[in-house]
């Protein structure tokens, strides 16, 4: 007790004495402070030194050598205890005046370090960490004293970077602690272990994935007599978790092991963090080794340890239990996984502090924990097996509760893409969750006929085909924000990213990369500019409630009684229909075979290509029976509940998008057919058109004003003029020249009027200028697909020599772009795919041009035949031009192909690559438009005429 109060005693009269006295000479306030340090008065220390600050600053003498060096003291004081907000502040002060006054580098440097360090963790901000642990490196001074603050900056950069997902800067900053610390004369006062255990975790298999690299480092942490029990404990754990990916079981455990006797034997054991975590590990492995019953009883006592343990985080608890309720879905045990699920859910609710989890706002900073999507996940497929078991209409119910949870933190984790965040490099996304979803709402409908399981139904399918909806381009991320500045910051956070990114990157797309960020930082300001009467970047992106949208459609599709929505969505095992006419909507599955995927692909491979002469027979009758297999299963079971209908609209899911469906056939194989000409195509049965979503489907557009036309047709010579090579490249080599294209153009425009651009006018800039006045836009020429990239994907225009002009419209520039056209012609290579993706579908250019306002648009499912495409798109438009509807044209001019086509060249290789996407319905209704002009000065003449035989006859003497 009086040890107490001759603490305060001391504390109260050393600050009442700095404040009270002539402040004193410079360095003797740093000195007081750091012998009341080494005596063991710590807080006596803080408070004499806030005293001293405070009464330089009462008197208004800051500016001086001992005022900035007490300010950066009070800094390292509070960095030391861990109270980074107070050390920033206290550096703030001091720094300005250290740096103006010239005072010592190693102490400004220090600031910095300080700096860095508040950014790197308590403000999560990297590149303002970064530039401070920069600043500090250039500022320290080529001494040995200074080396420990050096390398531990190379470390802070390395884990910034390695944070960021920038795993080569990463290793290059760590490498150069490293090898400072390697020269250095006495390595072990140097900063060394925390430098090899991140090298390690660069390593690792979410990083730069080079085990054996990741190993050497590992054992030279737990073999380094230097290293402290905690690192060797952190490799030794890490070293478990790497034999374990390897299915070293043996190795795993002894390495898990060898971390707890060591915490043993320095007399730690359940007080320690480490501990649990080692439980953890051990119940890992023995689950992985199906080794159930030990696995259950590791994460037992794990979980409670844990729960004894007074500042254990409620998350991590939740974490363990998910991985206990495993053990128990593991063993079929699925009433005991269910309220194991439902324990972890309490605790990370209560980490959320809130009662359970349903009440976890979206946008809770922590609630994109991806451990809270997967156990819903999993407790809606434990509730779906159960109503399989038992019929209760309620395990349905929880079912469709558990899923809305889900995919709500799945949107959340989509964010986590963008920014890739360490902790979600691990954690794979299961889709299965719409599955689960739609099934129940199938089984409600099925029993209560109630629509309410139709609305949900279709909201899932929605959903489930537009999760990660534009995450290459950082759009899905500014959804669900709250206000303009977040969806401002968060873009601007991705462009800082990518920067930091694309700079280490030594390669030939280093150019096309910047012009990415070029384009996001466009699309910044352009968000900046037009939010929230934006209706292009955030009118599909709204989450409509499904309902709202089934209305909307049937409402479209009653002025087309013979037209009806086929809405898609493919599982494994299962594909669900969901067809909508005016006046029905009817909802159900077909199974689908296991290798229903693979089957697709292959079509998709016999339609794009001629089988050599060699092959043809057996190429021709197989593709018949394919063609007659997938339309039994994909089209027929709608037709027959729907004889009504001629017209579709096909919104296509997954792999159903690589396919035409007008190449399928009706009629089974018959030896009568003899070629590609006569097969009974659905083509000659139905029209068809394609959209990517119903929200898509039901963007309109007046159809009453004249149409008028940008006709484009870059000329290639194909010589010096390649293509930028990437990864991923569907199409490379040279720009070979594109005979019809520009025939096509001037086709094109001599039928519509407006603007015509051939040859060295068709460049990127008259594009920009001219696209937004017109009615369609026809574009003939080269594309690119990146299906790796696809914001790399382009189309190509003509490059001039010395302009800023680049000659390429890339994807991630088009969805920046408005486009108020009514109708958007790619005929191009390629144009209508890309990157298939689980969460997204195709990631096309022409899905670029529907995200940015088009609602419809022509486009290329492969390379597309010169001559051919210049034929069927001529006929195309001649029928628009006539007021016909556009899938009616589409199919009128694939007919006229197949007609007079040469037998050799009726494989739908020729004619079945372009497809209509968006609303079918004609663009003009007022028939040929140009027949105006020449029928108004017709009866202008004729007017004239009969005036002028009236007067002579009026004239005429009598």
């Known amino acids: 007790m009086k040890h107490l109060i001759l603490f305060f005693l001391i504390t109260f009269s050393l600050g009442l004495a700095a404040q009270q006295q002539d402040v004193a000479p410079q ?57 980074l907000n107070a050390a920033l502040e206290y550096a703030q002060k001091g720094l300005p005046i250290a740096i103006r006054l010239q005072v010592s580098p190693l102490e400004i440097a220090r600031g910095y370090f300080t700096i860095g360090t508040y950014f790197t963790y308590a403000a999560e901000n990297p590149p303002k960490a970064k530039e401070a642990f920069l600043t500090c490196i250039s500022l320290l001074p080529n001494t040995e004293k200074a080396n420990y603050l050096r390398v531990r900056s ?51 298999p979410y990083g730069l994935n080079q085990p054996e690299k990741e190993k050497v480092l590992l054992l030279d942490v737990v073999n380094d007599p230097q290293a402290s029990y905690d690192s060797k404990v952190g490799a030794y754990q890490r070293l478990g978790e790497f034999y374990l990916e390897l299915g070293q079981f043996e190795k795993s455990s002894q390495s898990v092991r060898a971390s707890l006797q060591i915490l043993l034997e320095n007399g730690l054991d359940s007080t320690n963090h480490f501990f649990i975590q080692g439980l953890v590990h051990l119940g890992n492995i023995a689950k992985e080794a199906n080794q159930l019953p030990l696995a259950h009883t590791y994460y037992a006592k794990a979980i409670h340890l844990a729960k004894r343990h007074p500042n254990f985080l409620p998350m991590r608890i939740g974490v363990y239990l998910y991985h206990k309720s495993e053990t128990f879905e593991y063993q079929g045990l699925d009433s005991l996984a269910l309220a194991t699920h439902q324990e972890a859910l309490s605790f990370f609710a209560t980490s959320f502090s809130y009662k359970t989890i349903f009440e976890v706002p979206f946008f809770d900073q922590q609630s994109n924990e991806p451990w809270i999507a997967s156990i819903l996940r999993k407790k809606a497929q434990l509730f779906l097996d159960s109503y399989a078991k038992r019929p209760d209409p309620a395990y349905l119910q929880a ?19 963008i920014h890739q965040k360490d902790d979600f490099q691990s954690v794979e996304i299961d889709y299965d969750i719409f599955q689960y979803g739609l099934e129940a709402c199938r089984l409600l409908y099925d029993q209560y006929q109630d629509p309410t399981y139709l609305h949900k139904a279709f909201q899932y399918m929605e959903q489930g085909k537009a999760l990660l909806l534009q995450q290459h381009t950082a759009i899905r991320s500014l959804m669900k924000a709250d206000t303009l500045m977040q969806k401002v910051d968060s873009l601007n956070q991705y462009i800082i990213q ?20 070029h384009q996001l930082e466009v699309e910044r300001d352009f968000l900046k500019q037009n939010y929230p009467e934006n209706r292009i970047l955030f009118s ?40 909508i006419v005016a006046d029905q909507i009817n909802f159900w599955e077909e199974s689908v075979p296991p290798n229903f995927a693979e089957r697709l692909q292959n079509f998709r491979k016999a339609l794009q290509q001629v089988p050599p002469s060699q092959e043809a027979k057996q190429a021709f009758q197989s593709y018949q029976q394919e063609a007659y297999a997938l339309y039994q299963l994909l089209l027929k079971p709608a037709c027959q509940r729907f004889q009504g209908i001629s017209d579709w609209v096909i919104l296509p899911h997954q792999h159903l998008n690589l396919i035409p469906f007008e190449a399928l056939l009706d009629t089974a194989p018959d030896p009568k057919h003899s070629s590609y000409q006569d097969l009974p195509y659905c083509l000659h049965t139905y029209n068809f058109s ?10 309109s557009f007046d159809h009453k004003r004249r149409p008028s036309v940008l006709a484009i047709a870059p000329t290639f010579g194909g010589t010096g003029e390649r293509m930028i090579q990437g990864r991923g490249d569907t199409v490379r080599g040279d720009l ?14 001599e039928l519509f009027g407006g603007e015509l651009l051939i040859g060295m006018a068709a460049t990127e800039t008259n594009f920009k200028k001219a696209f937004s006045k017109k009615t369609i836009i026809h574009i003939a020429s080269h594309a690119m697909i990146n299906e790796e990239r696809p914001e790399l994907s382009r189309i190509y225009f003509h490059a001039p020599i010395d302009t800023l002009d680049d000659g390429a419209l890339f994807l991630a520039e088009i969805q920046a772009m408005d486009f108020p056209n009514r109708l958007i012609y790619l005929s191009a290579c390629n144009s209508g795919w890309g990157k298939l993706s689980k969460g997204d579908g195709l990631m096309s250019l022409a ?10 648009l022509v486009a290329s499912l492969w390379q597309a035949n010169d001559r051919s495409s210049y034929e069927v798109s001529t006929n195309f438009f001649k029928g628009i031009s006539e007021g016909q509807a556009l899938s009616q044209a589409m199919k009128a001019s694939k007919e006229a192909y197949l007609l007079k086509a040469d037998p050799l060249k009726s494989h739908p290789y020729y004619w079945a690559h372009l497809r209509v996407i968006g609303n079918p319905a004609p663009i003009y209704t007022g028939g040929n438009w140009f027949s105006w002009p020449i029928a108004l000065i017709a009866l202008l003449i004729f007017l004239a005429a009969g005036g002028y035989f009236f007067l002579l006859l009026r004239n005429r003497p009598q």
């Open 399 to 417: 079912t469709l509760t558990h899923a809305d949870a889900c995919i709500s933190r799945l949107e959340k984790l989509a964010l986590e893409i």
């Open 498 to 517: 990518e920067r930091i990114r694309f700079a280490q990157q030594k390669n030939e797309n280093t150019d096309s990369l910047e012009l990415l960020v």
């Open 27 to 83: 360095g003797n306030s740093r000195a007081m402070a750091d012998q009341l340090l080494n005596n063991g008065w710590a807080d006596s220390s803080r408070h004499y030194m806030e005293g001293v600050i405070d009464a330089y600053e009462q008197k208004g003498d800051t500016l001086n050598e001992d005022y900035a060096l007490s300010c950066l003291w009070q800094s390292q004081f509070y960095y030391n205890s861990r109270n």
């Open 847 to 856: 899905r670029a041009f529907s995200y940015a306002g088009c609602p419809n």
């Open 154 to 204: 190379y470390g802070r950069l390395g884990k910034i970077h390695r944070r960021l997902g920038d795993f080569s800067q990463a290793e290059s900053y760590y490498k150069q602690g490293l090898n400072i610390r390697e020269n250095a004369p006495d390595k072990s006062a140097l900063f060394g272990i925390g430098l090899r255990s991140g090298l390690s975790a660069v390593y690792a």
């Open 540 to 579: 599909q992106l709204e989450q409509m409630d499904g309902r709202l949208i089934l209305a909307n459609i049937q409402e479209n599709l009653t002025s087309f009684p013979s037209q009806g929505l086929i809405h898609y969505f493919l599982q494994d095992t299962q594909l669900y229909f969901m067809v």
């Open 736 to 749: 070979q020249a594109l005979t019809w294209a520009s025939r096509e153009a001037e086709q094109v425009y």
């Open 690 to 699: 394609y959209a990517f979503s119903g929200n898509a489907f039901l963007q």
